[in-house]
Every structure is written in C-alpha cells, then in structure tokens.
C-alpha cells in the first residue's frame, strides 16, 4: 500500500525470503516459490477487542496469524474465509481484503498504522472491551520480472488451519490430500508431460468426475488448465532467463508448433513470447 509503506521503512525486514514457512511444504511447492522473491515491508502484532474491522487496500501482500480469537476475511474478489485460532491466512495477490468481526464498520488499516506503529513499539490495539482477537500481521511484495502471470497458480487468499480436520480446507489443503497431491506431484516433477483428466484421476485412484471436481475445488482451476499455467510460466522463466531459441522453449514444454505456443503464451500473458525475450 502506498501510505503503508511510509510506515512501514523504519521496520523493513533485513533480507529477502523465498517464503520457507510454505516452500517447506512440498517439493512442488517451493518450485512454485523459487521463481518469486518477497521483500518484506513491516510485521506487527494486534489485539482487537470485538466490534472491528480493517481493511487493507491494494498494493502489498499479506499475512495474518491467528493466536487468539476468531475473524472473517473478505476477498477482493468476493471469498469469504472463517478463521480460528491457529490459523494462517496468507493473500499473494495484492488486491485488497478486509479483516473483522461480522457487522463492523471497517477503519483502514494504513490510517491505525500510522496512527499507533512506533520505534519501539510495532503493536496495535481496538477496543477494550468484547471478545479479544489476537493475530501477528505482515505486509510484504513481490519482486522480479513477470509477477502477474507466476501469482495467476496462487488463489487470491490461502487458508492453512491450524487444524486440517475440516472438509473445506483451501488451496493449500491439496497438498495435504492424498489423492490429489498425487496429480499436483505429476505436474510438477514432468511439467511438459501431457497428460489426461483420466490418467491424472487413474493416479489419483478416483474417477474422472470425482478427481476433476475435487482438483478444481481444492486448487481453484481444473487440472489441464493448471497444468497449462504451469508450463506456460516456466517457458516465460525459460525465455527471461537464458538465450534459448523460442522455437526450443516451445518443443521443451510441449507444444508441436510455434504458433500453437505463441498463442497459448499470449492468452496466458497477454504478450507474445518474443516480446518476453526482447524484455
């Protein structure tokens, strides 16, 4: 945000993180990650005492970790999320969410910033009254070439619970699936292997039906469509990375003509493959 980052300077974390907390997770993950860098901007701590609400306006990514309590979080893009104790939200795109109590008036988040951060103290406080919510915040960006199209594999906001018991777990959930995290694997270990719903779900031990809508609910795209995303950031990676010919990058990845790749990569980007390379 860009009142945010005023605030935020004295507090700068000192290096750049590749975001272990989730590369951890899996292999297939931390690819994922390893092609975006984060600079993080300020981590605060809060205690909100019920009603609240804030709402954070585009610009920067966030996290929250829930230590106490309970919140809703609204998506820009209109998902609603419950989290609990334990949780932690994570939003990479940047587009905007507000956090709160059901029914409150959300105050920006940039003005009690401003308002309540210091040197010596990087806390801030709502209320003193009503059920008590307590979370650790922070705000970070993204930086290298291309961020747009490496974000579009990432939902507008990862839910990890504390607790993996319930149905509706999130994206995240997938690779905690056993079932599914098999295809995720498959893609990510042969990213220019074309493969088929029917042999993604025979790996899966599911039918086509079944696997097709649980990947899409769980990871946000159908499988194919996932896969395609996938292949095409990495020839976007391949092209501003090296000196590769377009025409290899596009036999690399698995497409069996130029203009097959060339119009698959400017649906995906906006952009034709050469103009990546002439960036």
């Not at 809508?213 to 996932?226: D, I, K, Q, W």
Request: aromatic share 8%.
């Amino acid at each position: 945000m860009t009142s945010h980052d005023r605030v935020s300077q004295p507090h700068a974390l000192a290096s750049e993180t590749g975001f272990p907390a989730l590369a951890s997770r899996t292999d297939f993950l931390s690819q994922i990650l390893t092609l975006i860098r984060l600079r993080g901007e300020v981590v605060f701590s809060a205690k909100l005492h019920a009603p609240w609400a804030l709402r954070f306006e585009p610009g920067s990514g966030y996290f929250h970790v829930v230590s106490e309590g309970e919140l809703l979080l609204a998506a820009q893009d209109g998902k609603v999320v419950h989290a609990l104790a334990g949780d932690l939200l994570v939003m990479p795109q940047g587009t905007g969410h507000a956090i709160g109590t059901p029914g409150a008036s959300p105050a920006e988040a940039r003005d009690v910033l401003a308002a309540q951060l210091r040197d010596d103290s990087l806390a801030i406080h709502i209320g003193d009254s009503g059920p008590c919510t307590r979370m650790i915040t922070g705000a970070f960006r993204f930086e290298g070439d291309n961020i747009p199209s490496m974000l579009a594999v990432l939902p507008s906001v990862i839910h990890i619970p504390g607790s993996l018991e319930t149905e509706d777990k999130g994206w995240l959930a997938a690779l905690a699936d056993a079932r599914i995290s098999r295809a995720l694997k498959v893609f990510h270990d042969e990213p220019f292997l074309r493969r088929t719903v029917a042999e993604l779900a025979g790996m899966a031990g599911m039918s086509r039906s079944n696997f097709a809508e649980r990947f899409s609910t769980l990871v946000g795209a159908g499988p194919l469509h996932y896969q395609t995303r996938w292949r095409l950031l990495l020839a976007s990676d391949m092209l501003r990375r090296s000196d590769i010919l377009v025409s290899e990058v596009a036999r690399r990845v698995g497409y069996g003509s130029d203009a097959a790749f060339s119009r698959a990569f400017k649906a995906q980007f906006g952009m034709p493959p050469t103009t990546v390379r002439g960036n």
